[in-house]
């Protein structure tokens, strides 16, 4: 699933996606480095996995 990168503290290497519908959805540590990132900026474009409702991976959105 696509979404955009909305906040993101590299203390906690956790923040917020906003899904393509404007939804936030935060995210924590584990899914931040699953996705093998080492940082992040408001407005990028990511891929998102989840499990339910929890946010499982983020990465950036290659083409």
């Known amino acids: 699933m696509q979404a955009t ?7 906690s290497r ?4 906003l899904l393509d519908d404007g939804t936030p959805v935060p995210f924590d540590a584990a899914a931040f480095d699953a996705g093998g990132l080492r940082l992040l900026r ?7 996995e989840m499990a339910g409702d929890k946010v499982t991976l983020v990465t950036l959105q290659t083409f």
């Open 14 to 17: 956790s923040g917020q996606v």
């Open 5 to 11: 990168a909305y906040t993101y503290d590299p203390e």
């Open 42 to 48: 408001p407005g990028q474009r990511v891929r998102v």
